[in-house]
């Protein structure tokens, strides 16, 4: 069993790195905030006799040895990074929870066959660069490193400048710890479990993403003197693909999402008909022809509002994730772990991205997720019970420990 | 006759004042531009034998004797501020137009009975602070000048601290300048004059306006984990405004427009469902009774809209502007003055809000308009010909030495 209170201290402290008025954490990937936490993990890992070493897109390993050096290690963790309205838990749990497995090995002197390696993946929400999960992207051979060294924030920083800003670009080349495998503890994000009043969520399957930027030029023109038929509005035009994009995402669920989260009109005026505007777009299904379907529909109705109103509209995929299918020995590991301990559990599919997720392209991966208050994430608001995050963390222990080996 | 050359010169050498790329001007009231364009205007000016003196709100006034002093001036101008993506013609050439005048009298050796006074009123636009027409709304009462030097622009700076930034907060109290009556100049700013080969508009009425500030709080959320059944996505609601506001403008229309030209999403990101926009809304008619059917309708569909989608939306009115019916006597007087010139000509009514609006509530006001090219204002291609320019000109002056007495 961990230590409950050891880790709701360890939650609770590193949620002063950008603590908001709201409770939640503002914790940008490389902002001056992810430097903080990152001190304090590195120490904390130091402390738990980790060796701990950081490659070039600023990933954190902390690696336990093994009594069989030979075998790759088992790695666990998260990310520590929060959107610009985050909660204390979504990430952070799962890699204070995979040091808190350490913890609690080092306390009762338990040895394992193979190593372990506690990992804080850099950039996984994907809010200041994209896309989400870069890090372990790269890790698995997606994107270059170099590519994604290159990408620019909103401010046109790049990651490689952000790196040096808080002095994280790591002396060692992405992908030289390997792992044998993954396991990552996360909060739902998503409100099954607490409806259905489960502990553990045994995730066998993530939904993949689309991430689309678009640009819509249509005409400025005053508010005034423009009669309505004239114009060319590009927040009107704008209006309608996002409640179209609402119309497909219903029309092919209950498995499938769609959202427009951001939106900008250039030079905007009280008296000026909008005339340019920068939006991107994020759609998800766990089935790879409904995701098909979405990109199909979306790009049909955009074509067709673009032509009536008589604007462009630009859409660029740049990020397509398929779905993720979790590897069925881990998932059974997993599912044991929580009937050993006696939580109750079911399988579930995550409608979050994770890093598991790209992990689990190039060797075995699982999740094991627990309860959040009334589903909600990406939130200030974010919350989860102690009892939960330890239940979950026994559990990611457990999993360890099977296939570890003690 | 005025002097086509000169006024299209002044035209140009002040279009470099904030002059964009795009052959545009971005020339923000009370702005660094803004300060380069009045120094220019003032030593014009005293060059052309005015006496210059600054309103508490910026506002500069250039006065050119009459026999009679004891009559109140005539006043002519405009405005020399620009939206973000302005063109080099809008109050630019009321303002250079009145200029003009003076510099013609003055070449011609020709008195006037009244004097007259040349304006150039601050924040004609609107678009840096609310409302428009701001500096001739304090001077005929409708605002206190302590409320409107207060006012903020979205930087959080006030109008009396840019007054003083650029030092333009004058030492005459506003309303120091009596005059008798008002008449500006403008291009269109609609297609109508254009479309119908006619060089003159007389502006018999204009449009009132109705400016509301909004704001829309949902929840921000997982764009992957919340079902689409379980969103209260503020961009969403706020696109739904947009499309009833556009039919409500269009169902109401000819007679009728409706803009949303401001939106912002707080903290946003890619992979949160938008919880909270602030927009604007503006929306006009040259009827009195249909601007209030507008306001109506608009608030009908905004409360069935947000209690549908569980989502709180306030709407402020921040400004209310009835329609303006200009003085029928300066009316003919403009009317007169084109048919005299031979110019062609048709009454018309302004679509966009103008000083001489304001002016027309305490003293008779009229205005002149000509064509502009396919009717595009508020956009940095607006464009004009130099005949029309000299054509309008033209008229200003002949009807202000049929009011002035010569
Ligand atoms: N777990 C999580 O919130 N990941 C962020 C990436 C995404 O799914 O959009
Ligand atoms: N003439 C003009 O463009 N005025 C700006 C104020 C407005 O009508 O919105």
């Given at each position: 069993q961990?230590?409950s209170?050891?880790l709701?201290?360890?939650?609770?402290?590193?949620?002063?790195?950008?603590?908001?008025?709201?409770?939640?954490?503002?914790?940008?990937?490389?902002s001056?905030e992810?430097?903080q936490v990152?001190?304090?993990?590195?120490k904390?890992?130091?402390?738990?006799?980790?060796e701990?070493?950081?490659?070039a897109?600023?990933?954190q390993?902390?690696?336990?040895k093994?009594?069989d050096?030979?075998?790759p290690?088992?790695?666990i963790g998260s990310?520590?990074?929060?959107q610009p309205?985050?909660?204390?838990?979504?990430g952070i749990?799962?890699?204070?929870?995979a040091?808190?497995?350490i913890?609690?090995?080092?306390d009762?002197?338990?040895?394992?066959e193979a190593?372990i390696?506690?990992?804080n993946?850099t950039?996984e929400?994907g809010?200041r660069?994209?896309?989400a999960?870069?890090?372990s992207?790269?890790?698995?051979?997606?994107?270059?490193t170099?590519?994604?060294l290159s990408?620019?924030d909103?401010e046109g920083m790049?990651?490689?400048q952000?790196l040096?800003?808080?002095g994280?670009?790591?002396?060692?080349p992405v992908g030289f710890?390997?792992?044998?495998?993954?396991?990552?503890?996360?909060i739902?994000?998503g409100?099954?479990?607490?409806?259905?009043?489960?502990?553990i969520?045994?995730?066998?399957s993530?939904?993949?993403v689309?991430?689309?930027d678009g640009k819509?030029?249509g005409?400025?023109?005053h508010a005034?003197?423009t009669?309505?038929?004239?114009?060319?509005?590009?927040?009107a035009?704008?209006?309608?693909?996002v409640?179209?994009m609402?119309?497909?995402a219903?029309k092919h669920?209950p498995?499938?999402v769609g959202?427009?989260?951001e939106a900008?009109?250039?030079?905007?005026s009280?008296?000026?008909?909008?005339g340019?505007?920068a939006?991107?777009?994020?759609c998800?299904s766990a089935?790879?022809a409904?995701?098909?379907?979405?990109?199909?529909d979306l790009?049909?109705?955009i074509?067709?509002i673009?032509?009536?109103?008589?604007?462009?509209?630009k859409?660029?995929?740049?990020w397509?994730k398929?779905?993720?299918?979790?590897?069925?020995?881990?998932i059974a590991?997993?599912e044991?772990a929580?009937?050993?301990?006696g939580?109750s559990s079911r399988?579930i599919t995550s409608?979050?991205?994770?890093?598991?997720?790209?992990?689990?392209?190039?060797m075995?991966?699982a999740m094991?997720?627990v309860?959040?208050k009334d589903?909600?994430?990406?939130?200030?608001?974010?919350?989860?019970?102690q009892?939960?995050?330890?239940a979950g963390t026994?559990v990611?222990?457990h999993?360890?420990?099977?296939?570890a080996?003690?």
């Amino acid at each position: 069993q961990i230590d409950s209170a050891r880790l709701w201290g360890s939650i609770h402290e590193t949620a002063q790195f950008g603590a908001t008025a709201k409770g939640g954490v503002r914790r940008l990937t490389l902002s001056s905030e992810d430097k903080q936490v990152r001190d304090w993990f590195r120490k904390a890992c130091a402390d738990a006799g980790l060796e701990v070493h950081v490659d070039a897109l600023g990933s954190q390993f902390g690696l336990r040895k093994g009594r069989d050096m030979s075998k790759p290690p088992v790695g666990i963790g998260s990310h520590l990074d929060t959107q610009p309205t985050g909660g204390k838990y979504d990430g952070i749990l799962g890699t204070l929870g995979a040091l808190e497995v350490i913890r609690t090995l080092n306390d009762a002197g338990i040895e394992t066959e193979a190593p372990i390696c506690v990992v804080n993946w850099t950039n996984e929400e994907g809010s200041r660069f994209a896309p989400a999960m870069m890090a372990s992207a790269a890790y698995v051979g997606d994107f270059t490193t170099d590519d994604i060294l290159s990408r620019k924030d909103a401010e046109g920083m790049t990651v490689g400048q952000a790196l040096d800003s808080i002095g994280y670009r790591g002396d060692k080349p992405v992908g030289f710890q390997k792992l044998g495998c993954f396991v990552e503890l996360h909060i739902e994000q998503g409100p099954i479990l607490e409806a259905e009043g489960k502990t553990i969520g045994v995730v066998d399957s993530g939904q993949g993403v689309l991430w689309y930027d678009g640009k819509i030029s249509g005409f400025e023109s005053h508010a005034g003197s423009t009669p309505m038929p004239l114009r060319r509005d590009a927040l009107a035009t704008l209006s309608e693909i996002v409640l179209a994009m609402e119309a497909i995402a219903k029309k092919h669920g209950p498995n499938a999402v769609g959202t427009i989260g951001e939106a900008v009109i250039a030079n905007p005026s009280r008296n000026v008909i909008p005339g340019e505007i920068a939006f991107t777009m994020d759609c998800r299904s766990a089935d790879g022809a409904i995701m098909d379907a979405l990109d199909r529909d979306l790009r049909a109705a955009i074509t067709e509002i673009a032509a009536r109103r008589k604007v462009e509209v630009k859409i660029d995929l740049v990020w397509r994730k398929p779905p993720t299918h979790f590897d069925p020995k881990l998932i059974a590991a997993v599912e044991n772990a929580a009937k050993t301990l006696g939580y109750s559990s079911r399988r579930i599919t995550s409608g979050a991205g994770h890093d598991a997720c790209n992990l689990n392209t190039v060797m075995p991966a699982a999740m094991v997720f627990v309860p959040c208050k009334d589903g909600i994430s990406h939130n200030e608001l974010e919350d989860a019970t102690q009892g939960d995050c330890a239940a979950g963390t026994n559990v990611l222990m457990h999993t360890v420990l099977a296939i570890a080996g003690v």
